[in-house]
């Protein structure tokens, strides 16, 4: 029904910047929120940034003066700014939005199949 496709991971050395996209495609009305969560090994998925239709964001303290997220509502894309890369931003990126589906206004989450991020020197 809706599909997100996340591009943009890598190997990336300490210091280095990287930028992740997500679309969004399928029947989709509108979406609402969209987000970046990460998983580390052997750690939980947590939230990294998000962002509402409106453009309000908010970012995890670890990653705040670093990262930046920002949409496209006409391409029904997000994107994640990742600069001054650390060994612990290393992860597993998942995109998340919450779409109002065409023809009903059923309101889901989904989400990507995740990209990797490697920082590493």
């Known amino acids: 029904q809706v599909q997100l496709v996340e591009s943009g991971g890598g190997l990336v050395q300490p210091g280095g910047s990287l930028r992740l996209s997500c679309a969004a495609s399928?029947?989709?009305?509108?979406?609402?929120?969209m987000g970046w969560f990460r998983q580390a090994p052997g750690k939980q998925r947590e939230l990294v940034a998000a962002?509402?239709?409106?453009?309000?964001?908010n970012y995890a303290d670890s990653v705040k003066g670093r990262f930046t997220i920002s949409r496209d509502n006409a391409k029904n894309t997000v994107y994640l700014q990742m600069n001054s890369l650390k060994p612990a931003d290393t992860a597993v990126y998942y995109c998340n939005a919450e779409v109002a589906t065409i023809p009903d206004y059923s309101v889901m989450e989904y989400w990507g199949k995740g990209t990797l991020v490697t920082v590493s020197s």
């Open positions: 962002i509402t239709s409106d453009g309000s964001t």
């Open positions: 399928g029947r989709i009305r509108s979406i609402n929120g």
